[in-house]
């Protein structure tokens, strides 16, 4: 059987356990999930696109069916280069609804042959999101259990470098 694939594309600023989850179920039903880091997403990130692409390359480092592109441009046009059709994206909430049916839309008007897969992450993380986290850590909260490791690590010495705001 040929290999099936998908790209999984976002901001990721930073990745959150919510988007673990969606590469996982994405690997589920895929034989390789490409997620593509936005080079320059609209507001200024908060992580550089190379800090990004490194903390999920380090996230999934035992799994070499995912593979971290940094991309900018259209993303019919990468996912094209990728060599696949589908493009992944995460459904939390109705509110999310609006927004991703606008993109897939936009999307399969500028590529027909390229189909939007949604995927609910686990119910634990419907209310998570990167902006929430960036706002909480920079206040000083904790994000322990809403990000992977080697994000809470840089998300410590980032924030409290900057800021010096602690994060427990
Ligand atoms: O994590 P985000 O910020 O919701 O991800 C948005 C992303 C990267 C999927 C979207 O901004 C995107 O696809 N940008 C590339 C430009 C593009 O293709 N635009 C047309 C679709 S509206």
Avoid at 20 to 39: C, H, N, Q, S
Avoid at 58 to 76: H, M, N
């Amino acid at each position: 059987m040929p290999e099936t694939s998908a790209v999984y594309p976002g901001s990721f600023d930073p990745i959150t356990n919510g988007h673990v989850d969606i590469i996982e179920r994405g690997l589920e039903v895929f034989d390789r999930v490409v997620v593509a880091v936005l080079k320059n997403p609209k507001k200024r990130p908060l992580f550089t696109t190379k800090e990004r692409v490194r903390m999920i390359q380090e996230i999934f480092a035992s799994k070499r069916e995912v593979e971290v592109r940094a991309f900018d441009g259209l993303l019919v046009d990468f996912a094209r280069a990728q060599g696949t059709r589908v493009v992944i994206r995460g459904l939390r909430a109705v509110s999310d609804f609006e927004y991703e049916f606008q993109m897939a839309l936009m999307n399969r008007s500028l590529a027909p042959d390229i189909e939007t897969f949604f995927m609910m992450p686990s119910v634990a993380y419907t209310f998570l999101s990167s902006n929430v986290v960036r706002e909480v850590a920079g206040l000083g909260g904790s994000v322990e259990g809403l990000v992977p490791a080697p994000v809470l690590r840089k998300l410590r010495s980032k924030i409290t470098g900057s800021k010096k705001v602690q994060i427990p």
